[in-house]
Structures are given as structure tokens and as C-alpha cells.
């Protein structure tokens, strides 16, 4: 067997035994409570955005924002006044964002969906179909996002103070691997299958890129899918391109069963215990 198939081989038997327990202990679990699709494509934006951190601390804080936002986050949205509903948030801190970054993306997501309907018509204006992947799309949709008029929140819409609201929207062009909308996007674009939402019609699985967190950095050195050292948008485009030759039309389908070997399986690139009984054991090779 090639090196190829046999990683296919076995990120292939990765990807059809995640569960329950590691869905869970990620905060793609708050979309799953809602089963309107309009309130999951709300809730995914926000907890995609907000996916910094230890989980403990990133699913506490989405708790508290959801908790806020009730039954119908929709109708939570396009009813957000700030004025009136931001005092709902006072108080809120979680890690670079406050109370008042919440309520700007509150409140931009209520202008998107008034401009287009959904956030996905709205995203969607960026997207050429002819584009390989969704590199440019991003470049245009975070500006578009970051000039929305934010004078009631911020009581001007000049934005270039409001640094931790901005660190929300990073851009491909600046070397970011805009991990935190790559993830939002593979959760709305990728399939139902259980794990990931399938709400997206207008954007192909193809065009994503994967969200390089410290997990995906880490394992994706030790199974030689980049040679890499910097986690920026290079980094995540040739992990892309090494699992797009295992599956050409959806090859961020391996990101939450890589990535989960860190989060839940507690892999953290020292030949250990936790490799044992690890998957990938025999194509791996640890940093250490």
C-alpha cells in the first residue's frame, strides 16, 4: 500500500469513528440545540468566532451569550437593538472581547441579514465560482463585514480603535490562516453527516481551506502533511492541498477527527501513552 492510501486508510477510519463525547467537547455542540437552520448559521458565527482558548473557557463564554439569546437566536438578532439590549451583556469578557464587541457582531449580523436575507447570500457576493478556493471570498466579506455601520454600538463607524472587535474578522492578505472563519465555513458548507451542518447550498466543500489551530499545526507536521513552521494561510493552503489528494471534492472532511486527537485524545506531539491506542500511530512521527 502507498503512503497515500495508507493515510487515507486511516484518516478515513478516523473520520467514521468520531462521536458523540468529542462533539461535545466542542463548541460546534451549541449549534446542535437549535433545529431551525437559521438560528444554527447564527449560532455557528458566533461560536466559530469566539473558538479561542481553552474549550472550557470558550463554551462558557458561548453559554452565557446563548443563554442570553434564548430560544430563537433569529429572532433574538433581528430584533437586537444596543441601545437597548447590550445592557443584556454587561459584564461579559472573554479573553481579547467585551460586552460591547458582542453587541457589534450582534448588530452586524442583523444588518447582513437585512441586506441579503442570510449570511450566507451575504457571504456569497465574495465567492467567484470559478475560484479554487475561498481565499478571496474571505478577503472581501471580512472589509464588507468591519464597514457596516457600527455608530450605535461604538457611537462612530470609524472602527480602527476598536482593535478586539477587528481581531474577530482577520483576512487571508494580511498571512492570516483566519482559522476561527475557515472552521465556521467547513461547519455551514460541509455536508450534514452528524458533525458538520450542511446549511450552505451556493458554496462548494472543494473550496474550503482547513482551520490550522495548534492541533491541526501540530498533527499535520507529524503525519508530513506540511513542512511548514508558521500556522498562517501558507501553512493551512498545503495542509488543504495534501488532503485534497485523498478526497479532491471535500478535503476538510479530516479536520474535527485530526484536530480531536489533540482536543478530546490529548495528543500533544510527545510519544506518549495516549499513542498506544492512537490511530495513526504507525504513520505518525512525533516532534519529540
Excluded at 447582513?112 to 456569497?124: A, K, L, T, W
Excluded at 495548534?214 to 506540511?226: C, F, K, S, V, W
Excluded at 488543504?240 to 485530526?258: C, G, H, M, W
Aim: net charge negative; aromatic share 10%.
Amino acid at each position: 500500500m502507498s503512503d497515500c492510501s495508507l493515510l487515507k486508510s486511516r484518516l478515513d477510519s478516523l473520520y467514521e469513528n468520531r462521536s458523540s463525547v468529542h462533539l461535545e467537547n466542542d463548541p460546534l455542540s451549541f449549534c446542535h440545540r437549535y433545529p431551525n437552520h437559521e438560528d444554527q448559521e447564527i449560532v455557528a458565527l458566533i461560536a466559530a468566532l469566539l473558538a479561542y482558548g481553552s474549550v472550557k473557557v470558550i463554551k462558557g463564554s458561548l453559554k452565557r451569550i446563548f443563554d442570553v439569546m434564548g430560544e430563537s437566536p433569529s429572532a433574538f438578532v433581528d430584533n437586537f437593538i444596543p441601545g437597548e439590549h447590550g445592557k443584556l451583556f454587561n459584564g461579559f469578557k472573554h479573553r481579547f472581547n467585551n460586552a460591547n464587541d458582542i453587541c457589534a457582531l450582534l448588530w452586524a449580523i442583523r444588518q447582513i441579514r437585512e441586506q441579503e436575507g442570510s449570511i450566507e447570500n451575504f457571504f456569497c457576493r465574495f465567492h467567484n465560482s470559478d475560484a479554487q478556493t475561498v481565499e478571496q471570498a474571505l478577503n472581501n466579506f471580512c472589509p464588507s463585514v468591519l464597514s457596516l455601520d457600527y455608530r450605535p454600538v461604538f457611537g462612530n463607524s470609524e472602527l480602527s480603535s476598536q482593535k478586539s472587535y477587528r481581531f474577530l474578522f482577520p483576512m487571508p492578505s494580511n498571512g492570516s490562516a483566519c482559522k476561527r472563519l475557515c472552521m465556521f465555513l467547513r461547519w455551514v458548507v460541509r455536508p450534514s453527516d452528524g458533525i458538520d451542518l450542511g446549511l450552505w447550498r451556493l458554496l462548494s466543500p472543494k473550496s474550503l481551506i482547513i482551520p490550522v489551530d495548534r492541533h491541526i499545526e501540530r498533527i499535520g507536521q507529524m503525519l508530513g502533511l506540511t513542512k511548514r513552521s508558521t500556522p498562517d494561510w501558507q501553512m493551512a493552503s498545503e495542509i488543504t492541498s495534501a488532503l485534497r489528494e485523498l478526497d479532491q471534492n471535500d478535503p476538510v472532511k479530516y479536520d474535527f477527527s485530526i484536530c480531536h486527537l489533540g482536543i478530546s485524545e490529548g495528543c500533544n506531539g510527545i510519544e506518549g501513552e495516549q499513542c498506544k491506542n492512537c490511530p495513526v500511530t504507525d504513520i505518525c512521527k512525533p516532534l519529540q
